[in-house]
Structures are given as structure tokens and as C-alpha cells.
């Protein structure tokens, strides 16, 4: 198939029309206006729907009650607009919806800037919203990648009725790349598939096989079996949702740890520092919930490893779970910058000097 | 005579790219060169961010950007009246994508229809690699959009067709043959093919019709994005890291 030259935006949006995606709710905010707009457009001519809600807070209710029917339902946001959803999302969370929701995050906090950033990484693994809950959570590194992601995130929605979050760095969505669009997935609502659905019930229909959408547990102990049940499915997600991309890390000595856009950079830094014979190498989470903590042990627990670099655009927010991880195993350094300013080349390849020489 | 070229085209098209590329060879030329940045529409990978390099040589950049910042204030820069008002050589508008970043050119419908006869180039970069842009209707229609809403008349077509890192031999040859057609059925010449050296000669040895083909215009690459050039402009203002053992 021909490669196409496609924004971030566009391609996200595609795809995720492409995995059988049929509802749209969302708010314009950049850096992710794109994907709303070509929603608009895309959606009529696939019998979908495309609404621009009042607000971030109404669309993320729209995704609730649309999910509840067992479609494909996807919202997009930036950060502010993400912080705003987070009650729907934990609603989402509660009453197990299989639904998408993009994040293409920007500089904060507050209102910040509308340029790249990655400041939600903790926003998005360790719970925006009230109670225990997780989102199967994945930060592309490219836009192939989004797009490869979002083909198969509804079947992941749906296998563990769990909300699946798109932690997407500004980059990601703006930037235009070479991309292979796959073929259109032909979704329909089965029934017999999701028999939690509310896909309409009449009376005289059995009335134990009527679907109710529902995040309320009035008792303690419904509540508390509620949540274990959705701690079950977590760990199943945790056991088996993991992904991860190792990049020249076999004899490396040292590894940067890092995601979205920043582990490209991070690549193009490990390939000038190899030229010069400095062993480097990249551990790069794909899930970032689940965080593949084993991988990530497995590629730096080794003999040879001197060190471990974190870079991110945050003050260390994936770096958390690095230490985890690791508990205390290799020296960690950390190398960071705040709001929207991406690292460069030569700063990641100063870094790694200078823990060589011990600096 | 000054001449004034507008760059005008589907999002993602390469016109930024090429906006420079007519900049630094003007400059190099040795003329007076104006660059505009008028793109109202996006605040990502903009000319913009390249001010150092046209100010390295000597090319007044106009830009909408406020403060630098990335932010806009969604109003023309007054600076843009000096297009028409001074005595440049060579003035070249980068203007946003689409129809949407067109619209920002009918505001000085009048300064244009003021210029000499034969001064003024309105340019559709043309890239078949982008999706809303892939076939001989998709062109026509966007073509026909960008008129009403620029209020200008395209006076030509530049083959920019590429999928940027990836661009192969076969993306100016696929452009070529479906621009041709565009310029058959709209009488809109070729005025230039666009691309790296060696695949713009590798294209050239082809033998095609020099008449789709235009000028030959091998370009140098300024707005690559390989995610350490793209923000340098902040890199060396704080290093600041923080060890953890």
C-alpha cells in the first residue's frame, strides 16, 4: 500500500474512524483542534456522529451514555481540557465503558502555552480522577505508531471494559510524517458480546438481562466486591497489556529511559554517542499503564549497566516509575525540562558524558 | 521589477520550506528580500521559528507571532503593508494551508492588483502525498477554493510532491504525471518542480515533458524535524537536571 504524508491529528483521527469509531464528542483546544476538525468532516461520510459538545465536562458525559449502547466512542482533548474530564473519566472507570479518550498534551500547569509538552504522564497513570481506578494508558513515539495503537485500543477497551487513554505529547499530533493507513475494521454492536450493553429493552423481556450503565454502590459491601472485581481485571490487564521497545540496549552501559517524542530525540542522541564508542541505549515504555516495570528490569539489571538516564519534558514524572521499578539497583540521574521546552540532542549526549566521567 | 510570490496550498504541502528556499536564493542573488509568514492557522513548525536563519542572511522576516511566544493575537502584522510599500527586489508570502490560510491574502486584494504587470506569481505548492490532495479532482477543488477565498488568481503550479525523510524517486514521478493532467484541464502552467538534488536530477534524467516540468528547483532542507532542531532556539538558555541516586 502507498504511504501517505499525514499529520498526527489526521492520521489519529482516521485510524480510530478506521477501528470503528462512530461517535465523536469533544471541544476545540489546541494543540489537538485537528482531530475535531476532521471529525466534523470525516464522520457524516462513515453514517457516524461528530458533536461539538458545550463543553469538555459534557463531552466526556456524552462518551459515558454513547458507550453504554457498546459503540465506539472516542473524545479528544489538551490538557486543560483533559484536567476537565476527569470526573467522566473515573465515571467511565467506574461503570467499566470501553471507550478512547486522546490527550495531546500541552505546557502547564493551569492554562500554560499551546506548544508540546508531557506534563500529564502522572494525570494519566496514577488517576486524574477519584477512587481506584486505572486506564489502559500508551504514549506513541511516532505517528505510525498512534495509528497502530489506536487499531487495536477498542478491542483492549472492550476485552477489559477499562477506558483507554492516549498520552500523546503535542509533537505527535502536529507533526507530519510517512504512514501506512490500514484497512476499515467493520464494527457492529453484538449483544451477545457485550451483554452489558443497553441496547434496548422492552417489557415482558427478561429483566436479568437488562443492561444497566452504573458507577453508584450505596452499600459498603457491594462497593467493596464492585472494586474488587475491577482490581481482578487490572491485574490481568497489568499481567498481560505490557509493551515496550528496547532500542541498542544489548552491550549498552548506558540506558535512557524515556517516551513519546523525547525517545526519538533520546535515539538520535545514542546514535552520535556510539559513533564516538559511548554504549548507549534506550528503554522506552509503549503502555505506560501498565508500566512494563519487568522489561525495564530485565534491560538494566545487567552487569555492564553503569548507569540510568531519565529524560522527559516534566519535572520527573515518569521518573517515579523508573525508581520503582528498579528499587534502587543503578544509579539514577534524571535530566528534565518543564512546560514545552523539548530537549535537544546535545543536551541528552551531555548528560551521558557527563555521568561517564562521574560528573 | 519587484516580484512578489505567493505560496499558497494544501496543509502540509511544503510551503514554508519552499518560502525559504526562494528566500535564501533570492538573498543570495544578492537581492532585497522580503519574507512574509502570514500563516494565521497554525502555531506548529511555522517559518517563524527559522528567524534566526533569515536574519543570518539578511532577509526581513515578517512574522504575526507575538513576542515569539507561539502565541498569536489573530490580526495581520501592520509590517505587512512594507511588502508592497518598500523597494524590495523579491517578496515572497508564506500563507497558511488551505482555503482557511488563503483567506488571509484577500485582505490586500488591493495592494495585489496594484502591482506591475507580470510582477506577482501566485504559486499552489502541490503535494499528491498528502491525503486531500491525492487526485486530479481533490487539486482542482482545492485550487478553485483557495481562488475565491485569496481573491488572487493561481498563476501557477510548483510539484512538491514528497513524504519528507522518506521522499523516494517515485514521489515527483507520481506527481508529475497527475499535476500534468490538473494543468490540461485547468490551463494552469508547471512553473516548478521542487525537491532534494539527487532526486530532483534523478527525476530530470527521466525525460519528461519539460512543459509539466517548470524550473527546475533543487532545495535544501530548513524546517526538518528531527526533534532537536525544531525548538533550538530555547536550548541553550538553562541547562538544569537534578541527580537522583
Redo the contacts between chains.
Sequence with gaps: MA?????GS?AIA?AAIRAGARFFFGYPI??QTEIPEYMSARMPEVGGCFLQAESEVAAINMVYGAAGTGARVITSSSSPGVSLKQEGISYCAGAQLPCVILNVMRGGPGLG????SQGDYMQGVKGGGNGDYHLLTYAPSSVQEAIDIMMFAFEKAEKYRMPVLFLAD??IA?????VEMPEMVDYKVDPEKKPWACTGWKPGDDPAKRGVINSIYIDTESLSIHNEHLQAIYAEARANEQMWENYKTEDAEYIITAFG??A??AK?AIDELREQGVKVGLFRPISVWPYPYDAMRETICREQVKGVLDVEVNE?QM?EDV?LGLEGAK???????YGS??P????IK??ILKMKEGK | MKKVYVLIGN??SGKSELALNFAFKAAERGERTELLDLDMV????RLTERGNMTRMKEIRLVSPNFAN???ETLSLPAEVASAFAMDWDTVIFDVGGDSTGATALGRYHQDFMELEPGALEVLNVV?I???LA?TVEKIMHLQEEMEIHSRLKITGMINNT?????TGPDELRDGYEIIREVSERTGVPVKYTAGRTALLEQFLAEGHDPKYIGQPLPIDIYMR????????S??E?R???????
Design positions: 504511504l501517505t504524508l499525514m499529520k489526521e482516521e489546541t494543540p502555552n499551546i506548544q508540546a503535542g509533537i502536529q507533526m507530519m510524517e510517512p517524542t523525547v526519538r530525540i538520535t520527573g521518573l525508581k544509579p539514577i540521574r534524571f535530566f528534565g525540562h521546552e523539548f535537544t540532542t546535545d543536551e551531555n548528560e | 496543509y502540509g497554525n502555531t506548529y513548525f511566544s507561539g502565541i503535494n502525498r498528502r491525503p491525492g514528497n513524504l519528507a525523510e522518506m524535524r528531527d526533534w532537536n532542531s525544531w525548538i533550538n530555547l536550548a538558555k541547562p538544569q537536571q537534578l541527580e537522583y541516586l
